[in-house]
T-cell receptor, first 116, second 115 residues
Framework: DGGITQSPKYLFRKEGQNVTLSCEQN?????MYWYRQDPGQGLRLIYY???????QKGDIAEGYSVSREKKESFPLTVTSAQKNPTAFYLC???????????????FGEGSRLTVL | AQSVTQLDSQVPVFEEAPVELRCNYSSSVSVYLFWYVQYPNQGLQLLLKYLSGSTLVESINGFEAEFNKSQTSFHLRKPSVHISDTAEYFCAVTAIYNQGGKLFFGQGTELSVKP
């Protein structure tokens, strides 16, 4: 079945450690996104990518890094510079990149990161 | 840029009662509007969307939303809720002719349906 796969679903890390969250899609979508979700704050955009080998910062990019070497994959690294990394992270994709589009996003199941 | 305000963070309601989840948006350009639903520890699923045409849009499970341009609102309604509707609901907006499908989300409304 086509969709977006995030892994791991749950992750624990110690302070000072980097961690990478995986996001893979087989929907042949051009654009991919990472959102962070905290209770009562909705979804905030971390990074997005409209095309392979290109990505842009979202609203809260500090302490995070991404890569887009393949169309299907958009991993997110939470670095030790992120001051409050405990959150639920959601990856999404969209069939359009730039220009007119419906703007609909398709989401993965999420990864819950807890920093101990 | 666009922004969304969901006016209620929590909405408790009894089963079979009607419900309205309120959403107001801000934008200087024409927009597309969405409602997403999120069940516990899961990703978001599209519930319904307004792109153009009729201002009243419906989902397959009985929800409906009406786009009101003059009031910049896109409230979500259901005439009779079920226990299974318990979830968090997010309103989202994007500008028509946007760059890369970037959506702006509201803070979410937690709908709790009680028996």
């Amino acid at each position: 079945d086509g969709g977006i796969t995030q892994s791991p679903k749950y992750l624990f890390r110690k302070e000072g450690q980097n961690v990478t969250l995986s996001c893979e899609q087989n929907l042949n979508h051009d654009a991919m996104y990472w959102y962070r979700q905290d209770p009562g704050q909705g979804l905030r955009l971390i990074y997005y990518s409209q095309i392979v080998n290109d990505f842009q910062k979202g609203d809260i990019a500090e302490g995070y890094s991404v890569s887009r070497e393949k169309k299907e994959s958009f991993p997110l690294t939470v670095t030790s510079a992120q001051k409050n990394p405990t959150a639920f992270y959601l990856c999404a994709s969209s069939p359009t990149s730039g220009g007119p589009g419906t703007g609909e996003l398709f989401f993965g199941e999420g990864s819950r990161l807890t920093v101990l | 840029a666009q922004s969304v305000t969901q006016l209620d963070s929590q909405v408790p309601v009894f089963e079979e009662a009607p419900v309205e989840l309120r959403c107001n948006y801000s934008s200087s350009v024409s927009v597309y509007l969405f409602w997403y639903v999120q069940y516990p520890n899961q990703g978001l699923q599209l519930l319904l969307k307004y792109l153009s045409g009729s201002t009243l849009v419906e989902s397959i499970n009985g929800f409906e939303a009406e786009f009101n341009k003059s009031q910049t609102s896109f409230h979500l309604r259901k005439p009779s809720v079920h226990i299974s509707d318990t979830a968090e609901y997010f309103c989202a907006v994007t500008a028509i002719y946007n760059q890369g499908g970037k959506l702006f989300f509201g803070q979410g409304t937690e709908l709790s349906v009680k028996p």
